[in-house]
């Protein structure tokens, strides 16, 4: 698991599949965030605007696949689980270091900061423009290129 928390806390993005209302896939790459791992658990998180295809999905049907992967190691890591929305002035309150989480990373801080957006999720997270989701990980996956073995492994966590 270690070796899992470790590729997930270097990368930023990940590929979201969700489901329409009518059935239909979506995938869609966004930043995430993990929270602090308590034992083997951590929790998922990502931010989007209210008004996209992945939010009315989410609202609807909050199963998700995740897929963090990288075009420089043959390295990926699926998750699937259950996606939560958050209440910004209750639940997201209930995050431990959540400005801290989101600020790992620079690219982030500056996109969430208000960089590009006109209200800024990142200072609080208020209005309704923005949600978050807890994603909430029920099955677990790593695939890696297994160098001893020359071969491609598949290592099932959860």
Known sequence: MKDVLAFLNSQIICVLATV?????????????WIDDIQGDKFNIYIVTRQHTR????LTNNPLVSVVVGTQFEPITVQIDGQALLLD???????VQNFPQM???????????????YPKSPFKGLEGENYAVF????????????????????TIKLL
């Open 134 to 153: 807890c994603i909430t990980p029920s099955q677990l996956s790593m695939m890696h290129f297994d160098e001893a073995k020359d071969e491609i492994t």
């Open 88 to 94: 910004t002035n209750t639940d997201l309150r209930k």
């Open 54 to 57: 992945k939010f009315k999905n």
């Open 20 to 32: 329409s209302p009518t059935g239909q896939p979506q995938a869609a790459t966004v930043f995430y």
């Open 102 to 116: 989101m600020a790992k990373h620079s690219i982030q801080s500056m996109i969430y900061g208000g960089a590009f």
